[in-house]
Structures are given as C-alpha cells and as structure tokens.
C-alpha cells in the first residue's frame, strides 16, 4: 500500500504537469502571441516617449574628454609632465671638426702631434646633445674658460633629414 500512494502522488504531479503544458501550447497557438505583442507595442511606446521628451546628446570625440587641450598647457607655463623629466642629465658637446684615422696613424699619436681636423677656422661648431645635433655655434671666451655662443638652432625637419643619414 505504501508504494501505491507515492505512485498516485506522482501520477497527479505528471497529470498537473500535463495538463499545464496543455494549456500553454493552447494559449500559444490562439492568443501566445498576444504577448509578446503587448511587449513590442510598450518598447515601441516608451522609444517614441525618449524620442519626444529627450533630445539626443550631441556627439563628442573621445578626444575632447581624455586629451587635455596643449593651449590650456601653453598659458600655465611649464606643463606639469615636463616637471618630471627637467632634472633628467644630458651630454652637451661642442665638436670641432672630424677626421678619419687608421689604427696605424692612431696608435703613431704622441705628445705634441697634429691631427687635422675637416672644419675650417671661423666655421661654426657643432653642439650636440647625447649625440644629436642640435645647434650651430662659435667660440668664445668668459672669464678665461671657453664657451660656446649659439649661432644657429636646427629646426626639427634638419634633425631628422640627418637622422635618416
């Protein structure tokens, strides 16, 4: 008796179960749809309802938010982010003129020698900065140390025509 009320407990779970599934594929094939239309008529609604009441907001570039204008920058003074790199050592030199030796020649060198260099007296020197020429210049003479008087400042189109030497 006892396995025979689980099972008439269960047969009427199935029999609800079967009847409810019934009735949903009923409603479906009359009226299911009526559903889903009511959902599509309210989306439609509340989408005219935005678009009467709320203009739309007019579109910025991501730019205009994310990168701080260099104007602002240029009026302040000394931006903020080059603060960080103005205590950052460099190599200034002054270079005279150039030559190419051998090992031979090189190695011949003694107290006293000459070696003769491409640039001319009275032409401007060189100045570079790690390397890069940067300035053209003369010498002169502070306080009985040499110094170097700048002439000419290389524009940056220069630089890079000698880079790409």
């Known amino acids: 008796?006892?396995?025979?009320?689980?099972?008439?407990?269960?047969?009427?779970?199935?029999?609800?179960?079967?009847?409810?599934?019934?009735?949903?594929?009923?409603?479906?094939?009359?009226?299911?749809?009526?559903?889903?239309?009511?959902?599509?008529e309210a989306m439609a609604e509340q989408a005219e309802t935005e678009a009467e009441t709320s203009p739309?907001?007019?579109?910025?570039?991501?730019?205009?938010?994310?990168?701080?204008?260099l104007a602002d920058e240029a009026k302040a003074g000394t931006p903020r982010e080059l603060d960080m790199i103005m205590e950052i050592p460099v190599t200034l030199s002054v270079e005279l003129g150039q030559t190419?030796?051998?090992?031979?020649?090189?190695?011949?060198?003694?107290?006293?020698?000459?070696?003769?260099?491409?640039?001319?007296?009275?032409?401007p020197m060189s100045i570079?900065?790690?390397?890069?020429?940067i300035a053209q210049g003369e010498v002169?003479?502070?306080?009985?140390?040499?110094g170097i008087r700048i002439t000419e400042i290389v524009t940056r189109s220069e630089r890079i025509h000698k880079l790409n030497k």
Do not use: H
């Not at 949903?24 to 559903?35: P, R």
């Not at 190419?100 to 032409?123: M, N, P, Y």
């Open 56 to 69: 739309r907001p007019k579109a910025t570039s991501a730019g205009d938010s994310v990168f701080k204008p």
């Open 1 to 40: 008796m006892n396995d025979q009320m689980p099972q008439s407990g269960a047969d009427d779970d199935w029999a609800a179960a079967l009847a409810e599934q019934a009735s949903t594929e009923a409603e479906s094939e009359t009226g299911g749809d009526s559903m889903e239309d009511a959902w599509g």
């Open 100 to 123: 190419r030796l051998t090992i031979r020649e090189l190695l011949d060198l003694a107290q006293g020698s000459v070696v003769e260099l491409d640039g001319l007296a009275g032409e």
């Open 140 to 146: 002169v003479v502070v306080d009985e140390k040499y």
């Open 128 to 133: 570079l900065v790690n390397g890069y020429l």
